[in-house]
């Protein structure tokens, strides 16, 4: 259990430095190039800014994608991709290859000297072009972020729809055991065919949570 919420907690933090990042040089750095702010050289005074930002993206990238895996693993929820309710882990895993590619292969082999000549001839139409780059891109991972939480606010989505429930929206109801919220689970979670697939989940979240709340610590 202590590894899922450090992974949790490590995958929360690299996309909020990562996609922070992102909303920090679109919303800012770019704007202000675009608005002549940073001087004659504004397209090298924006790469000296985004070329060290780059590297924290790239670590960024490798721990999110690592502790995500490892929580889809642990969570046993890969057959979530089968299932339209849980769009938003595709979204998630869509966002993470695009942005590796990105980050990865296309920035250093291709964009970067591009970009050199592109600003060289018509730096104006080179930022613009980058900021609505950067625009699409923060959209996409803004609505992935935001797409999970919603689902525990609301309550509704797929559990309504008798789908399997986040883990941690059932964590969350068993905390402050609102209306759902799993009762008396075994330790031997049954098959899903015998309990419905929702109730699989329920009871999967509430035997991890169980093991980790209830565990007598030692030396206490
Ligand atoms: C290879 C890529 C990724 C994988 C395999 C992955 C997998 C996961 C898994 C298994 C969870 C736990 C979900 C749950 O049961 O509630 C999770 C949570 C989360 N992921 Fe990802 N993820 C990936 C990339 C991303 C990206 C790129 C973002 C942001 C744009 C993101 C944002 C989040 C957020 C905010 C949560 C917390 C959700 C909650 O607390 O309910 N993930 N991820």
């Known amino acids: 259990m202590t590894d899922l919420i450090l992974a ?29 702010e940073l001087g004659p ?21 490798i721990v999110v994608g690592l502790t995500g895996l490892h929580m889809l693993h642990r969570l046993g929820a890969l057959d979530r991709f089968r299932d339209p309710a849980f769009w938003w882990m595709h979204a998630m895993v869509f966002v993470w290859v695009v942005f590796a590619l990105l980050l990865f292969v296309l920035e250093p082999l291709v964009l970067h000297k591009r970009l050199h000549l592109w600003g060289a001839r018509d730096p104006d139409a080179a930022l613009r072009a980058l900021q609505t780059g950067h625009w699409i891109l923060l959209t996409l991972s803004l609505v992935t972020i935001l797409a999970p939480f919603r689902e525990v606010k609301a309550g509704r989505s797929s559990e309504a729809a008798g789908h399997a429930p986040s883990y941690f929206a059932a964590l969350r109801r068993r905390a402050i055991g609102g209306a759902g919220a799993p009762q008396g689970v075994s330790r031997e979670t049954p098959p899903v065919h015998a ?10 979240a509430e035997n991890l949570a169980r093991s980790a709340l209830c565990r007598p610590r030692s030396g206490a």
């Open 195 to 204: 309990r419905g697939r929702a109730a699989h989940w329920a009871g999967r």
């Open 41 to 61: 050289a504004r397209l090298a005074v924006f790469e000296a800014i985004e070329r060290p930002f780059g590297w924290i993206a790239r670590l960024a990238v």
């Open 8 to 36: 949790r907690a490590f995958h929360v933090l690299g996309v909020v430095i990562w996609i922070g990042g992102v909303a920090m040089v679109t919303m800012v750095v770019l704007p202000a190039a675009r608005r002549g």
